[in-house]
């Protein structure tokens, strides 16, 4: 199984300011189609996960341009450019490139 | 808007079983591929199994092959986990996720599991 490691594991954050999250795969994640499918997801409390990115860098449907991926191969980012109130929860990468689709430990981004 | 129901969690002794069912809305359920992934108490995801559109491919996470069991009903835009064995381990919220692209989409609200004697 690909596995997804994660750090930093919590990121206290002030409001307004910048947050970064790294990931990294044990493998690299180009499909044998060219797509490298990594995704992230935001778990607020007490809630489902939330898809904000797929395939490295494409936002999803109603997230906010805050919200950017980027990266390559196995190492990968998600930057929150201005951190908000409600982006505090829990962060996880995914791979979706080989079956058992595998996810990241988790970050969570609380406020200072 | 996409809506994604589940039901049938409980708690059951271990080697009990459960049936979790999960209902979709708002897409053509049809074409796509659907998940269940699982969530132990204050842990990470794990994806536990999926199905193709036309359920000629279901996948398994190695530590429920031969005991869970993914299926679908197209007419009824419904997803099944037919769950045998259980195990203590096995306790968790389990969630149905609309998957494609290599992603998941979207995720109904989860239904809990618990294993116990």
């Known amino acids: 199984d690909i596995v997804m490691t994660q750090t930093p594991l919590s990121s206290p954050v002030t409001l307004g300011q910048p947050a970064s999250i790294s990931c990294r795969s044990s493998q690299s994640l180009v499909h044998s189609d060219g797509n490298t499918y990594l995704s992230w997801l935001q778990q607020r409390p007490g809630q489902p996960p939330r898809l904000l990115s797929y395939?490295?860098?494409n936002r999803f449907s109603g997230v906010p341009d805050r919200f950017s991926g980027s990266g390559a191969g196995t190492d990968f980012t998600l930057k929150i450019s201005r951190v908000e109130a409600e982006d505090v929860g829990v962060y996880y990468c995914m791979q979706g490139t080989q079956f058992p689709h595998t996810f990241g430990q988790g970050t969570k981004l609380e406020i200072k | 808007e996409v809506q994604l129901v589940e039901s049938g969690g409980g708690l059951v002794q271990p080697g009990g079983s459960l049936r979790l069912s999960c209902v979709a809305s708002?897409?053509?359920?049809?074409?796509?591929?659907m998940s269940w992934v699982r969530q132990a108490p204050g842990k990470g995801l794990e994806c536990v199994a999926n199905?193709?559109?036309?359920?000629?491919?279901?996948r398994y996470v190695d530590s429920v092959k031969g005991r869970f069991t993914i299926s679908r009903d197209n007419a009824k835009n419904s997803l099944y986990l037919q769950m045998n064995s259980l195990r203590v381990e096995d306790t968790a919220v389990y969630y149905c996720a609309r998957s494609g692209s290599g992603s998941y989409s979207y995720w109904g609200q989860g239904t809990l599991v618990t294993v116990s004697a």
């Open positions: 395939k490295i860098s």
């Open positions: 708002g897409f053509s359920f049809s074409t796509y591929w």
């Open positions: 199905i193709n559109q036309d359920v000629s491919e279901k």
